[in-house]
Each structure stands twice: as C-alpha cells, then as structure tokens.
C-alpha cells in the first residue's frame, strides 16, 4: 500500500523549488531514543520512543521533517505500533490544520504523529510512516490545511535537540531482544526569506543520523524471582518462580498481567485465572 505523500512530497517541492546549487547544504542530526534502550525488561512493559532533531547553524531552524519508525524484521514477535499522541507545542505549525502533514487514520484529523502500515516483511508488525510535518513557508494557506503562515524560526537550534515526537508500545510477553529503527528520514531547513514578502527559501538539509535505533531484552515470561522472594529475575526458571507468581497473583499485583484469555501473552491490565493459567503454562515449558 502507497501513502499519499502529501507531506513528503511537498517537502521535496519546497526543496527542488529553492534549491541553491553550488552551496553545500545545510546540517541536521537526527536521532530515535529510549530510556529503554540497552534495558532489560519485563513482558508487557512500556517502552517509550522519540525522535529528536539538531539544526545546525547553517540556517534559520527547521522547515519540515519526516521519519518512519520500523520494527526489525529479526525481532521474535510483531509489534502493533500506534501513532505519536500528541504534537509537542512548539511543534504545533507543522501539524494540520495549522501546518502541512498527513491526514491522519481513516483521513481526518492530523497524521503528525505517523501513519500505522503494515510491515510487509512481518506479518503482524504494524510500522509508522511518515511521522512528521512541516511548517507553511509558501505564505499562504492552502484551503484547510496550513492555516498558520507565520514562520517560526530556530526551531532545532537550541543546547540540545528537539524532541519532535514521542509515543510508547508495550513490550510483547515473548522474550528475546526487540530493535526499533528510523528509516526514511527527511529534513528540510529555513535558509532565507523569499524575494515575496512571507515566503521562505526553503532547502533539503544534508542529515547525519546520530542514532537510528534502540533495542531492548524482554525477559523470559516465567522467570520472576530468584528465590529471594523480592520479584528479581535471575534468568532461570524453577519453583521459586511459581512461589513468588503464586503470592503476586493472590494480591492481583499488576506484574501478574500476563494475558487477556488468548493465550498469546496479551496483557489487558486486569488479573484474572487466564493469566494463572497462561503462567503455569509458560512455566511448564521452561519460559
Ligand atoms: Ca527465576
Ligand atoms: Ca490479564
């Protein structure tokens, strides 16, 4: 399936139609970061995500951005990412109406936060593509979309990158370690203001992709202590396990979740004797 470009493809309009040949272009870094990158965790755990973004000095701030968040085709199991929530305030000019992004799901609303497509490499891995947006810098709005024709400058350019986006997942109950990458990423930057009044030049920056991914361990589901009672994992699964599950379940801790009923390892936020039953099974398999 081909998204409608909407985003990208006037990115690459607003680039090839002030492109300044002979100059180098400008600089962006780009990176996608976890606090639980490198993090051993446990099934169902949320693991946030976000994508920041460092304008050099070279230009007057960001323009637009897009970037696609794409799960390893070696992870053990298919993620079903959802869209970024929420655009970060500053941000607000390049999401519709206010600025130029996709439609979102089902084609309204705003598509800032990344659009859910099938991974074809993966059945059952949801990716998001085209996260992102981009200021109005033609001067005026086209129809309902690019409503806010002020241009904000320096976005990008302060002590430390832009968090541009930002969502979370639950890790899945299937252990083995999981990455995540950002692919397809574009960056355009303000260079000057237009020879019409309200009209900025506009150019493709030259990015460097700082940090194109995380990756995290989720645990075995089964191995939840170590025989100190204290819910420490020890990579080893045996009674002390079932002891320690079988007090969690009693207080209906929430680190009892381990399924929905469908004995795949869904968590649903409630305990109930589908997630005992779930346990027991992984634990009679040895994970
Ligand atoms: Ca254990
Ligand atoms: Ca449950």
């Known amino acids: 399936m081909r998204l409608v470009p909407w985003c990208v493809a006037t990115l690459w309009f607003a680039s090839a139609l002030h492109a300044q ?20 965790v446990s099934p169902c755990a949320a693991i946030p995500w976000e994508i920041a973004i460092q304008v050099g000095a070279d230009s007057f701030g960001l323009a637009g951005y897009a970037a696609n968040l794409v799960q390893s085709a070696t992870n053990p199991v298919p993620i079903v990412l959802a869209p970024a929530p929420s655009v970060p305030s500053l941000l607000s000019g390049f999401s519709r109406p ?11 609303g705003s598509g800032y936060g990344g659009t859910p497509i099938a991974n074809q490499s993966f059945p ?18 086209a129809g309902n979309v690019g409503t806010d024709t002020s241009v904000e400058q320096q976005i990008g350019q302060g002590a430390q990158p832009q968090v541009v986006a930002s969502g979370e997942f639950f890790a ?30 506009v150019r493709q920056a030259s990015v460097s992709l700082v940090q194109g991914s995380f990756c995290f361990t989720v645990r075995c589901l089964a191995d939840v202590d170590d025989g100190s009672g204290t819910g420490v994992p020890d990579g080893g699964v045996t009674i002390d396990d079932l002891l320690y599950y079988n007090v969690i379940f009693a207080d209906g801790d929430a680190r009892a979740d381990v399924d929905d009923g469908t004995s795949t390892g869904t968590c ?3 305990v109930t004797i589908d997630d005992l039953l779930y346990f027991l099974d ?5 994970c």
């Open 282 to 286: 992984r634990f009679a398999s040895g």
């Open 268 to 270: 649903d936020g409630g």
């Open 98 to 108: 206010a600025g130029v992004s996709n439609t979102g799901p089902g084609g309204t």
């Open 124 to 141: 059952g891995a949801i990716d998001l593509v085209q996260i992102g947006g981009m200021q109005n810098t033609f001067g005026s709005p």
């Open 172 to 201: 899945p109950s299937t252990a083995g370690s999981y990455c995540m990458d950002l692919q397809a990423t574009a960056v355009n930057v303000l260079t000057s203001t237009g020879p019409i009044a309200g009209i900025w030049r």
């Open 21 to 40: 040949p002979g100059q180098n272009p400008p600089t962006a870094q780009i990176e996608l970061r976890s606090t639980s990158a490198g993090v051993v």
